[in-house]
């Protein structure tokens, strides 16, 4: 990672760290959390197990791509975003705990610890997963610095992106298709769903708190939808030559369970060259962006060059 992304990197996982903490219910001192009694003991275990999902590991990649995407336009303060990026984050995060129980893709390994429901029970993780998704919507509402315009579009974008049509439509389909052939229309119609939907949610949230105008949001959305296709891609690609260690969870499950993946139908060089091609094409939608954009052009390449 080239050293002007990095520091921009680390300031935005300072603050994301202290507002999942808050989201969690651990940072009880936080703004947004007095009304969260944290000491209430009946609610303990379920806190802890929202803060285990939430605070250990992972890229951050949403939150990352939201507070760049506010840059991109010009916006300094990165407290505008935070609000958006941290609920990008609580969406994510669930989406993880569910994709990872055995009713989906029973996968026991997760973010280099043991999946939420091995570590506590699966009724928590469905429970937490529930949980966290709701409270992305309420930290939004509670949003300092944006107004009610912009924080019912971003429930509007955001809430679309993870719901039937989105999110949860792509996961539905990855599970109805485990078994099945897909042609090359159907996987992208499927990772544009469970994957991209989220990716293109965290660039149009970003432009929204930058107060972005039309032409620049949809700048912004042809990005992400490039490299939302491009990320699941890599995703697919590293389950064949990752390492589970360095990935932080079980390479070769996607094999294991027979699932349709962008390596299963165009190989592995295959795999590659549609990543580069999203690549290009993602970064060909900055062009009429300044040097402001310059750290969703590294993210992206980051996503496309990632082992993990
Ligand atoms: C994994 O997402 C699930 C997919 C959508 C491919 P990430 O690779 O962003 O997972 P973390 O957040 O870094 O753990
Ligand atoms: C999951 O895709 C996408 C989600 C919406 C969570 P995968 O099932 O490929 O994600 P990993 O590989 O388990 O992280
Ligand atoms: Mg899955
Ligand atoms: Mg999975
Ligand atoms: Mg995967």
Redesign the pocket.
């Given at each position: 990672m080239n050293p002007e992304l990095a520091d921009f990197v680390g300031e935005c996982q300072r603050r994301l760290s202290a507002s999942l903490a808050i989201a969690s219910c651990t940072g009880a001192t936080g703004r947004g959390a007095p009304h969260y009694p944290a000491a209430m003991p009946s609610l303990a275990a379920l806190t802890a197990a929202a803060n285990y999902s939430l605070a250990h590991?992972?890229?951050?990649?949403?939150p990352l791509l939201c507070w760049a995407a506010a840059h991109a336009l010009g916006t300094t303060d990165l407290a505008l975003a935070t609000a958006p990026a941290t609920a990008l984050?609580l969406v994510?995060?669930y989406?993880?705990v569910h994709?990872d129980l055995p009713a989906m893709d029973d996968d026991d390994l997760?973010?280099g610890r043991p999946s939420l429901h091995k570590a506590f029970d699966e009724a928590t993780a469905v429970l937490v997963g529930d949980g966290l998704q709701a409270r992305a919507f309420e930290i939004i509402s509670d949003a300092p610095g944006l107004d009610d315009h912009q924080k019912l579009k971003m429930i509007r974008v955001l809430s679309t992106a993870a719901g039937l049509h989105g999110m949860v439509g792509g996961q539905f389909m990855d599970i109805r298709a485990t078994d099945s052939e897909l042609d090359l229309a159907h996987l992208q119609a499927m990772h544009g769903l469970?994957?991209a939907a989220?990716i293109r949610a965290a660039l149009a949230l970003g432009g929204v708190a930058a107060g972005g105008s039309q032409s620049q949001l949809e700048a912004l959305d042809a990005y992400g939808r490039h490299i939302g296709l491009a990320?699941?891609v890599v995703?697919d690609i590293l389950d064949v030559e990752g390492d589970t260690g360095t990935l932080?969870?079980t390479r070769g499950k996607d094999g294991q369970a027979n699932k349709p993946t962008y390596v299963k139908l165009l190989g592995l060089d295959g795999a590659k060259a549609e990543a580069q091609r999203l690549l290009e094409t993602a970064l060909a939608a900055l062009a009429d962006f300044a040097t402001t954009a310059d750290h969703l052009r590294q993210l992206a390449r980051y996503i496309v060059e990632r082992d993990?």
């Open positions: 590991g992972g890229k951050r990649i949403r984050e994510h995060t989406s993880l994709d997760r973010r469970k994957t989220l990320f699941q995703d932080g969870k993990h």
